[in-house]
Structures are given as C-alpha cells and as structure tokens.
C-alpha cells in the first residue's frame, strides 16, 4: 500500500511534511523512503528524519507535500534492497 506524504499544522503554527513513521526505512546508515515509479519499479529517496509526530514523522528533506511512498511492504522493499547490494541474489537449492 503507498500513502501520500502530508502537511501537518504543528503548535508552531509552521507546517511540516510528514509520512507514516513505518515508511521510513534505515539504510545504510541514512534513513530512506520507496517512491513508486510503476509496476515493480520504486525510487529509493534519502530522507532526513525530523520529530516524531504520533503515527508520522516529520520529514524535513528529500520529500515534498503530496509525494506518494510505500507503506505496506517498505520493510521487504529495503530487505531485498540489501539483499542485492550485499549480492546476495543467488538462487537456492533444497
């Protein structure tokens, strides 16, 4: 599932982009979010993680307001991400 990256009203009165704190993805060492580019095809998008707001996260770069992220499945997408940098997509015999 890909949600839509929002602009949340803070007591500030400033208004910050936020996304779903379970779309947000530590890679490494930077925190990263999947951007849906079609079908079996996502950008990986460094991000700088701000304040923790409830269930959402301020994003203070790297995205902007209405940006669509995955959200169901970010954590499989950056598991077969370092599956791949570390080479590990060889086949597997039983």
Known sequence: MAVTATVDAVTSGAEVVSAPSAALQRLDGGWVVFIPMGADAFEIRPVSRGRD?????????????????????????????????????????H
């Open 53 to 93: 707001l409830g269930a959402n996260v301020e994003v203070i770069s790297g995205l902007t307001p209405g940006e669509v992220v995955v959200l169901d499945g970010a954590f499989l997408l950056k598991a077969e991400t370092e599956k791949r940098q570390s080479g590990g997509e060889a086949s597997h015999e």
